[in-house]
């Protein structure tokens, strides 16, 4: 804005003085109207502990300084209410807040807010009047814990998958890094996962860490890092807490329509923090909960809601939604009743018939099924063993299990007793083994049962690898059926590592290079290896089959697997990434490793050398020293007169993971 005096773009009422003195106060009006007043304040959230000073800063400039404080006007305000005022005089509507008069004559009108609470958080606005002119800026006040971080997933399933969660709160910037650590040691270390916020607000970060607790993790002490580039890192240390994870049943508890329950069992559950809730078409339903103990330390709960089922209810969906620590996103089961109001007589008599048939075969259908059990047992581990026989027979039907090693075979007998149906029968424990039976009845008058027999231990290495498990079920003696399991031990707690693959910064056409990963650990019999070479966004499985000029070879020993891949690189090969992939046969891949960019340089005679050394190659091994691969070589080629390039390097940045 530009004023000019001779214009007089402002007009004022006249008064009885002197000509110089009516100049000065035209100027000092003119200067103080037409000057651009500008207002600023902090861009990024002004963060503060409860119980502190926090300062909102709140500058101004109009041109000319020194600043009269009797033309400042300053309104500040907080989420729409009046913090304070000063017009001539300091007003305070909130106990302590205060600006400096001293301060405005230099363009400061910063508000300070003594001993803050979580109720002064919020958005204020500083509101400056210079003369004609007002300008209004915000600024953001966070009052918290500062930096915080939190943790979830600590109730964890043993010999299973899980996932731990960290989270860091009102951080000034997400460029933080996540370390996972376990009594000390550094387990994995990644950017955030997931972030939230922005710099007005603060920021959120996340990250999690996928692992299979074991026994030995009962006392272990973990931690969640947090390491920011400017301000110090911040640390949470914990240990787990092993849960259970419950198993539901929703059933209706009668056949007929009138007087039935609708019943959601929970059982097996720990620890006992379970949270249940039964609704009928998505509204909820105030249901009756029994809660108890089991004898192994677990709990179990009954919710039942009683109903009388009548053709209105048909397509009507009935849902038990339970929520506990070792479940994540919790679990949902669901019932619906298809109802018809006629059935027309022919259908009827089909149905019939097909039901009476079906029950005349179960009746005299006798079928056991298969032991079931983890594939893999790690040491001292507890392993449960189960198989099922269900026909017609008579209750006085019993199991017996056998373990065998080598000539070595213990017998686990059940206890000559007789339990009515549908109660648990704990059998003996003998030699750290514990067995236990569920029978229970089936179809009226119980003309069928199912006898459950279950076998529950902690694993030995020397005891249980390779040893064969047999359950039999008997009557008077003999034996009716039996199924046998073969156990396999493994030697760790089922971590393993992946090597890079290390690429040299440049190669030369047509000279041999061989490329090498290393899995190493506890590592599955049934593993394959793969190799793929990926090239403008294609990626292309490599086979001696389909080109001679790739070479794949493999070495494996006690808990490692070397893969190789030997070629002689062309100009077609430049910018190519090579891929290898560990895998089990049924398709699962456990790990992958990719290379960088392949730069080939250099212009040579490339066929029949390079061949000849792939032949060279195929009738020779792999040697390894130490954990390092070298290059495959042939005592009958000599290589001395060449310079060694060993690309690869040993177990750098390797990665943890947990299989099944």
């Known amino acids: 804005m530009v004023c000019r005096t001779s214009e007089r773009p402002c007009s004022f009422p006249l008064f009885s003085v002197t000509m110089s003195s009516l100049l000065l106060i035209l100027l000092l009006l003119v200067t103080a109207v037409c000057a651009q007043l500008q207002v600023t ?186 390491v920011p580039k400017i301000f110090p890192p911040l640390k949470k240390t914990f240990q787990l807490t092993f849960g259970v994870q419950p198993e539901v049943f929703f059933y209706l508890s009668s056949n007929r329509q009138e007087n039935s329950s609708l019943v959601c069992l929970v059982s097996g559950f720990y620890p006992d923090d379970l949270n249940l809730s039964m609704k009928k078409g998505g509204e909820l339903l105030d249901c009756k909960i029994d809660k108890w103990r089991n004898f192994n330390g677990t709990y179990s709960l009954e919710a039942m809601y009683g109903t009388n089922v009548t053709y209105t209810d048909g397509n009507i969906e009935y849902t038990c939604s ?8 919790g679990t949902t089961e669901r019932l619906k009743f ?55 027979y008579s209750k006085n039907i019993y199991a017996v299990w056998l373990v065998r090693q080598g000539d070595e075979e213990i017998e686990i007998k059940e206890k000559q007793s007789r339990y009515p149906a549908g109660d648990y029968k704990e059998l003996q424990e003998q030699d750290s083994y514990t067995c236990m039976n569920i029978v229970k009845s089936k179809f009226v008058g ?50 393993y590592s992946v090597s890079d693959i290390c690429v040299p910064e440049t190669c030369k056409e047509g000279e041999k290079l061989t490329l090498s990963c290393t899995m190493k650990g506890n590592i599955p019999q049934d593993i394959s290896v793969t190799w793929e070479k990926g090239l403008k966004q294609e990626r292309i499985l490599i086979s001696k089959e389909l080109d001679t000029n790739y070479q794949v070879t493999e070495s494996k020993s006690q808990g490692q697997i070397c893969a190789f891949l030997t070629l002689c690189p062309t100009c077609e090969d430049s910018g190519a990434v090579f891929t290898v992939s560990f895998s089990k046969n049924e398709g699962r891949i456990l790990a992958e490793r990719s290379s960088t960019p392949l730069k080939v340089a250099g212009q040579q005679k490339f066929g029949a050398d390079c061949k000849r050394r792939l ?23 000599d290589v001395s007169s060449e310079p060694k390039k060993i690309w690869s390097r040993t177990y750098q940045d390797w990665s943890f993971r947990a299989f099944d």
Not at 469 to 486: H, P, Q, S, T
Not at 615 to 634: H, K, R, T, Y
Request: glycine share 6%; charged share 20%; hydrophobic share 40%.
């Open 338 to 392: 298809l109802l018809d109001t006629e059935i027309p007589a022919p259908f009827l008599v089909f149905i019939t018939f097909i039901f009476l048939l079906y029950v005349g075969i179960k009746i005299f259908w006798r079928e056991v099924t298969e032991i079931k059990g983890w594939k893999d047992w790690t040491e001292g581990s507890i392993a449960t063993l189960e198989s099922t026989i269900t026909g017609r």
């Open 615 to 637: 032949e060279e190659f195929a009738g020779s091994s792999p040697v390894i020293l130490g954990g390092d691969f070298n290059i495959p070589m042939n005592p009958a080629v």
């Open 322 to 329: 339970v929520h506990h620590s070792t479940i994540r996103e």
């Open 446 to 495: 119980g003309l069928r049962h199912s006898l459950c027999s279950i076998l529950s231990f902690q694993v030995h290495k020397q005891r249980h690898h390779q040893a064969e498990f047999i359950c039999r079920f008997m009557k008077a003696g003999k034996v009716l059926r039996e199924k046998n399991y073969f156990a396999n031990v493994l030697d760790s707690c089922g971590f």
């Open 41 to 226: 304040t902090s861009n990024a959230p002004i963060t503060s502990e409860p119980g502190t000073t926090a300062v909102l800063q709140c500058m101004f400039s109009s041109g000319v300084t020194p600043v009269d404080p009797a033309q400042v006007h300053v309104f500040w305000k907080h989420d729409g209410k009046k913090v304070l005022s000063y017009v001539d005089t300091i007003t305070a509507f909130r106990p302590g807040a205060h600006i400096s008069k001293e301060q405005l004559a230099k363009g400061d009108a910063s508000l300070s807010l003594p001993v803050v609470t979580q109720d002064d958080a919020g958005l204020y606005s500083c509101s400056i009047r210079l003369g004609s002119e007002q300008v209004t800026h915000a600024v953001n006040l966070i009052v918290s814990e500062f930096r915080h971080i939190s943790l979830e997933g600590t109730t964890v399933v043993m010999n299973k998958s899980n996932e731990l969660q960290c989270s860091a709160n009102n951080l000034s910037s997400p460029d933080v890094t996540f370390q996972w650590m376990r009594d000390g040691a550094v387990l994995s270390t990644s950017a955030p996962q997931r972030v939230e916020g922005n710099d007005t607000l603060g920021f959120i970060v996340q990250s999690s860490f996928c692992f299979t607790p074991v026994l030995g993790d009962y006392n272990a002490h973990y931690s969640c890092e947090v």
